[in-house]
Protein backbone atom coordinates (compact mmCIF):
# COMPACT_ATOMS: atom_id res chain seq x y z
CA UNK A 1 0.00 0.00 0.00
CA UNK A 2 1.19 3.40 -1.32
CA UNK A 3 1.69 6.17 1.53
CA UNK A 4 0.83 9.67 0.96
CA UNK A 5 2.73 12.79 1.48
CA UNK A 6 1.18 14.81 4.43
CA UNK A 7 0.76 18.37 3.68
CA UNK A 8 2.43 20.55 6.40
CA UNK A 9 1.79 24.57 7.84
CA UNK A 10 1.90 26.68 5.66
CA UNK A 11 -0.32 25.37 2.99
CA UNK A 12 -3.87 26.70 2.03
CA UNK A 13 -5.09 23.74 1.51
CA UNK A 14 -5.01 23.20 5.34
CA UNK A 15 -7.59 26.07 5.98
CA UNK A 16 -9.69 25.76 2.63
CA UNK A 17 -13.23 24.81 3.21
CA UNK A 18 -14.09 21.14 2.79
CA UNK A 19 -16.80 19.48 0.96
CA UNK A 20 -19.24 17.19 2.06
CA UNK A 21 -19.06 13.93 0.59
CA UNK A 22 -22.42 12.57 -0.83
CA UNK A 23 -21.39 8.87 -2.37
CA UNK A 24 -18.82 6.37 -1.48
CA UNK A 25 -17.15 5.72 -4.87
CA UNK A 26 -14.64 3.42 -5.24
CA UNK A 27 -11.92 6.17 -5.45
CA UNK A 28 -13.37 7.28 -2.17
CA UNK A 29 -12.32 3.30 -0.65
CA UNK A 30 -8.98 3.73 -2.07
CA UNK A 31 -8.28 7.35 -0.75
CA UNK A 32 -9.26 5.68 3.20
CA UNK A 33 -6.69 2.65 2.92
CA UNK A 34 -3.91 5.23 1.50
CA UNK A 35 -5.04 7.03 4.60
CA UNK A 36 -5.02 4.41 6.57
CA UNK A 37 -1.56 3.10 5.95
CA UNK A 38 -0.23 6.62 5.93
CA UNK A 39 -1.51 7.35 9.18
CA UNK A 40 -0.05 3.71 10.75
CA UNK A 41 3.15 4.35 8.25
CA UNK A 42 4.05 7.71 10.83
CA UNK A 43 2.73 6.53 14.18
CA UNK A 44 0.00 8.93 13.92
CA UNK A 45 -3.62 8.74 16.17
CA UNK A 46 -5.74 10.27 13.15
CA UNK A 47 -5.80 12.00 10.03
CA UNK A 48 -8.01 14.29 7.97
CA UNK A 49 -7.83 13.95 4.14
CA UNK A 50 -7.06 18.14 3.75
CA UNK A 51 -3.75 16.99 4.95
CA UNK A 52 -3.40 14.85 2.20
CA UNK A 53 -4.40 17.00 -0.37
CA UNK A 54 -8.22 16.47 -0.50
CA UNK A 55 -10.81 18.93 0.81
CA UNK A 56 -13.37 17.02 1.55
CA UNK A 57 -14.86 15.62 5.38
CA UNK A 58 -13.11 12.22 5.99
CA UNK A 59 -10.79 11.28 8.70
CA UNK A 60 -9.34 8.16 9.87
CA UNK A 61 -8.31 7.84 13.19
CA UNK A 62 -6.55 4.63 15.19
CA UNK A 63 -4.88 4.17 18.16
CA UNK A 64 -2.42 0.70 18.71
CA UNK A 65 -0.75 0.90 21.54
CA UNK A 66 2.83 -0.39 21.78
CA UNK A 67 3.94 -3.39 24.21
CA UNK A 68 3.84 -2.10 27.80
CA UNK A 69 1.32 0.98 26.97
CA UNK A 70 -1.79 0.69 28.18
CA UNK A 71 -3.96 -1.93 26.22
CA UNK A 72 -7.20 -0.40 27.61
CA UNK A 73 -6.62 2.77 25.75
CA UNK A 74 -6.62 1.04 22.27
CA UNK A 75 -8.46 2.60 19.90
CA UNK A 76 -9.97 0.53 17.25
CA UNK A 77 -9.96 1.77 13.36
CA UNK A 78 -12.47 4.48 12.97
CA UNK A 79 -13.55 5.93 9.32
CA UNK A 80 -15.63 8.99 9.97
CA UNK A 81 -16.98 10.26 6.32
CA UNK A 82 -19.12 13.73 7.45
CA UNK A 83 -18.11 13.76 11.09
CA UNK A 84 -20.25 16.28 13.14
CA UNK A 85 -19.85 17.05 16.84
CA UNK A 86 -23.41 17.50 17.42
CA UNK A 87 -23.04 17.83 21.24
CA UNK A 88 -20.01 18.83 23.71
CA UNK A 89 -19.39 18.98 27.48
CA UNK A 90 -19.01 22.24 28.73
CA UNK A 91 -16.25 20.16 30.89
CA UNK A 92 -12.62 20.86 29.56
CA UNK A 93 -9.42 18.96 29.81
CA UNK A 94 -6.12 20.55 28.65
CA UNK A 95 -3.48 17.89 26.92
CA UNK A 96 -0.68 18.33 24.77
CA UNK A 97 -1.45 17.69 21.48
CA UNK A 98 1.10 17.15 18.25
CA UNK A 99 -0.17 17.46 14.93
CA UNK A 100 1.43 15.91 11.09
CA UNK A 101 0.91 18.83 9.47
CA UNK A 102 3.44 20.82 12.60
CA UNK A 103 6.21 18.51 12.78
CA UNK A 104 8.16 19.61 16.11
CA UNK A 105 4.88 21.39 17.66
CA UNK A 106 3.38 20.37 20.97
CA UNK A 107 0.59 22.69 22.41
CA UNK A 108 -1.46 22.74 25.31
CA UNK A 109 -5.19 22.38 24.27
CA UNK A 110 -8.29 22.55 25.97
CA UNK A 111 -10.94 19.85 24.89
CA UNK A 112 -14.48 18.99 25.92
CA UNK A 113 -13.98 16.07 27.94
CA UNK A 114 -17.44 14.27 26.29
CA UNK A 115 -18.98 14.55 22.75
CA UNK A 116 -21.89 12.90 20.72
CA UNK A 117 -20.39 12.37 17.52
CA UNK A 118 -22.87 11.61 14.24
CA UNK A 119 -21.11 10.34 10.88
CA UNK A 120 -21.47 8.19 8.30
CA UNK A 121 -19.58 4.80 7.44
CA UNK A 122 -18.31 3.37 4.46
CA UNK A 123 -21.38 1.45 3.73
CA UNK A 124 -23.45 4.04 3.99
CA UNK A 125 -24.72 3.93 7.27
CA UNK A 126 -25.59 6.80 9.60
CA UNK A 127 -23.65 6.24 13.42
CA UNK A 128 -24.10 8.07 16.51
CA UNK A 129 -22.01 7.62 19.53
CA UNK A 130 -20.51 8.93 22.70
CA UNK A 131 -16.65 9.11 22.56
CA UNK A 132 -14.36 10.49 25.85
CA UNK A 133 -10.90 11.01 27.18
CA UNK A 134 -8.22 10.49 24.47
CA UNK A 135 -10.69 9.74 21.55
CA UNK A 136 -13.39 12.69 22.56
CA UNK A 137 -9.59 14.54 21.94
CA UNK A 138 -8.50 13.54 19.03
CA UNK A 139 -11.88 13.15 16.91
CA UNK A 140 -12.22 17.61 17.92
CA UNK A 141 -8.21 17.46 16.68
CA UNK A 142 -9.89 16.07 13.33
CA UNK A 143 -13.33 17.69 12.70
CA UNK A 144 -11.31 21.01 13.83
CA UNK A 145 -9.31 19.88 10.38
CA UNK A 146 -12.41 19.57 8.62
CA UNK A 147 -13.14 23.20 9.70
CA UNK A 148 -9.55 24.72 8.20
CA UNK A 149 -8.56 24.76 11.90
CA UNK A 150 -5.10 23.81 13.73
CA UNK A 151 -4.08 23.52 16.77
CA UNK A 152 -1.87 26.77 16.97
CA UNK A 153 -5.12 28.75 16.64
CA UNK A 154 -5.54 28.31 20.15
CA UNK A 155 -2.94 29.59 21.21
CA UNK A 156 -3.07 32.99 19.97
CA UNK A 157 -0.09 34.75 21.99
CA UNK A 158 2.19 32.03 21.06
CA UNK A 159 1.22 31.30 17.38
CA UNK A 160 2.76 34.63 15.91
CA UNK A 161 6.24 32.72 17.29
CA UNK A 162 5.14 29.32 15.92
CA UNK A 163 4.99 30.98 12.82
CA UNK A 164 8.19 32.82 12.44
CA UNK A 165 9.75 29.98 13.37
CA UNK A 166 7.83 28.11 10.73
CA UNK A 167 8.23 30.34 8.10
CA UNK A 168 12.21 30.06 6.99
CA UNK A 169 11.66 26.22 6.55
CA UNK A 170 12.53 25.37 3.01
CA UNK A 171 10.86 21.86 1.85
ZN1 LIG B 1 -3.59 17.48 13.08
Known amino acids: MTTLPIIEYPNDILTSPTKKIREVTTELTGLI ?3 VATMRAVDGLGLAA ?4 HT ?3 TV ?3 RPDKGENKRAAIPLLVLINPKIISRSSEEEIGEEGCLSLPGIELDVARSLRIKVRAETTTGEQIQFRATGLLARIIQHEVDHLDGKLIIDYAPRRAALIKQYLAPRDK
Open 56 to 58: IRL
Open 33 to 35: DQM
Open 61 to 63: IEY
Open 50 to 53: PQVG
